[in-house]
């Protein structure tokens, strides 16, 4: 039961009213809410009498007052009355209904208060609500779509509800109906799909609401869509429009489609299978829904889609091909797992994180901005799938490469190189593959003439062995460094080393004065003095001249 206020307290609200108070006001005094001082009000300005009399709580023949309507407009007159105009023109422009108070202050002396203003302004924009708008639509122009709860299937004593899957051409009504147990993206493009070929063609498109079978992120302006409906919608021609979201009157007519399937063909009704459902569901829509009389168009569904029928999409040659998707992270090797196999992708994304899409037949691998970069057949679980483009170069080694792009590496080193190279594969066969790579590698240790001068010697002796080769280039890269200081100008010959080593030594009484007499040290030769110090004679004459200018022999001998 709800509380009813003294009537010294009802007083109290109705004396503060007519001095002008605020309801917050009146609330913070009082301690009553503002909804109450608002009713109040009302009951106050709905007739010139008082609703409660001054001199009790009954009239003279002893009845309780009456209480006007709260929507009565009998009743104090506002202040604001003959300056409706001027508000109106400055609502009109725009203004605040405390800008108008403040103006009407200032330029007409107005007497009341802010409240009174703020009162008439919220009755005079208090305007009756708009009709919505019916949106009829041409033949194949539009089908809503939506879910609702289907009739519940008993198997092996368990109890379970699936989900109602519809779809309604919004021109002729017709519609199709499949239950499904999850509201999973293959469910829902299988079942468009169903109900194309239902209809025997395409609508160009498709209102829904934001499931998230469908919508990643909802959004009035741009809406995200999975990229599975993306694809979907580009194979058969026609776009999706996501609804307002929590704005169910956008596709009215699906809404109230799924009302009729549920109450007119599932309500009251179980099934035992999933699939006795949809039969029961497809019968139904043939001979029941198909043949009504259509509450809205007053025509038969039927004959009106028999002429919607020409306007659809042709369907096109092949079903949408389905795929799986998901994310996935390049491993060290250069592959990603998808299914149990395993399939190449560039180089440069590994350690990436890339988007897989497969079918039955094809792998596609996408980057972050949805460009494909790598496309694989399928494979059976356990089995590499390897693309030669996806192979560094510096991972493919010679063997992989084959004899050709090994034949002709030799043949760049030389003539000769490339001959013996030919001559020994032709001998040795696929073995002399791998004999070929290290053969192509010696270039990296050795210089080409002495590889090219080897590989004559070695042909025209039939030798296709690897190892004699080597030595063979070995000995004579020797032989050409030891030719090279023999013949070269600037090195001198090792004979006349050989005679400025060899040492004579001097008597000890031979010496200076001025030298020290160290027992047992050999004198350099005045002949390798002369080969440091060439023109020392000349410069100092005898064995002082090989000592450096400024330094006697005194400090020498410190």
């Avoid at 009213?17 to 605020?22: A, E, N, Y």
């Amino acid at each position: 039961m709800s509380n009813k206020l003294k009537m010294a307290k009802i007083y109290s609200i109705i004396g503060l009213l007519d001095q002008g108070w605020s309801y917050r006001r009146i609330e913070r005094e009082l301690g009553v809410r503002r909804e109450t001082v608002s009713r109040y009000d009302r009951l106050r300005q709905a007739d010139s009498k008082p609703a409660i009399s001054p001199t009790g709580s009954e009239d003279s023949d002893g009845a309780k007052p009456a209480i006007p309507p709260p929507g009565s407009l009998a009743g104090r007159k506002s202040l604001c009355g003959p300056l409706a105009d001027v508000i109106r023109a400055k609502l009109d422009a725009g203004l605040s209904a405390k800008r108008v108070w403040q103006d009407l202050v200032t330029e007409h002396g107005f007497v009341g208060g802010y409240d009174s203003v703020k009162r008439y302004v919220r009755r005079t924009n208090n305007k009756a609500p708009l009709p919505f708008r019916r949106m009829e639509c041409d033949p194949g122009s539009e089908a809503q779509i939506d879910f609702g709860s289907g009739a519940w299937v008993i198997e092996n004593g368990k109890r379970r509800r699936p989900h109602l899957f519809r779809i309604t051409l919004s021109h002729s009504r017709k519609s199709y109906s499949e239950a499904v147990w999850r509201q999973t993206t293959e469910n829902f493009i299988r079942a468009i799909e169903n109900a194309f070929r239902s209809f025997g063609g395409v609508p160009r498109t498709l209102v829904i609401d934001n499931l998230k079978a469908a919508v990643k992120n909802a959004d009035w302006f741009d809406p995200e869509f999975n990229p599975k409906i993306i694809e979907f919608a580009r194979h058969y021609g026609a776009v999706f429009l996501p609804t307002k979201p929590r704005t169910p009157r956008h596709k009215g007519k699906i809404e109230s489609g799924v009302k009729y399937a549920k109450n007119n063909a599932l309500k009251g009704r179980t099934f035992s299978s999933l699939a006795e459902q949809n039969s029961f569901l497809a019968e139904w829509e043939s001979s029941v829904a198909d043949t009504r009389i259509h509450g809205t168009t007053k025509k038969q569904v039927k004959a009106m889609f028999d002429v919607e029928r020409k306007f659809l999409l042709p369907l096109p040659t092949e079903p949408f091909p389905f795929y799986h998707e998901g994310k996935r992270r390049v491993h060290r090797d250069g592959h990603i797992e998808v299914a149990k196999s395993y399939y190449s992708v560039p180089p440069e994304y590994l350690g990436r994180d890339v988007w897989a899409r497969w079918d039955g037949r094809l792998v596609r691998v996408f980057n972050d901005r949805f460009e494909q970069v790598a496309v694989h057949s399928r494979v059976e679980p356990g089995r590499f799938n390897t693309s030669q483009a996806h192979l560094a170069d510096e991972k493919i080694s010679g063997v992989e490469r084959g004899a050709e792009y090994l034949l002709a590496k030799a043949g760049r080193m030389g003539e000769e190189s490339g001959q013996w190279a030919r001559a020994m594969l032709d001998q040795r066969g696929i073995e002399g593959v791998r004999v070929l790579q290290g053969f192509v590698g010696l270039a990296k240790k050795h210089p080409s003439y002495a590889i090219n001068h080897a590989s004559r010697v070695a042909l025209d002796s039939n030798m296709f062995r690897l190892r004699p080769l080597r030595e063979l280039i070995k000995r004579t890269t020797r032989q050409a460094e030891i030719e090279f200081a023999e013949e070269h100008e600037i090195i001198r010959p090792l004979a006349e080393y050989q005679r400025l080593l060899t040492v004579s030594f001097k008597p000890t009484d031979e010496r200076s004065d001025h030298e020290p007499t160290t027992q047992g040290r050999p004198e350099a030769p005045e002949a390798l003095r002369a080969a440091l110090h060439p023109g020392g004679e000349a410069a100092g004459g005898g064995r002082g001249a090989t000592q450096p200018h400024g330094v006697s022999g005194a400090d020498r001998k410190r």
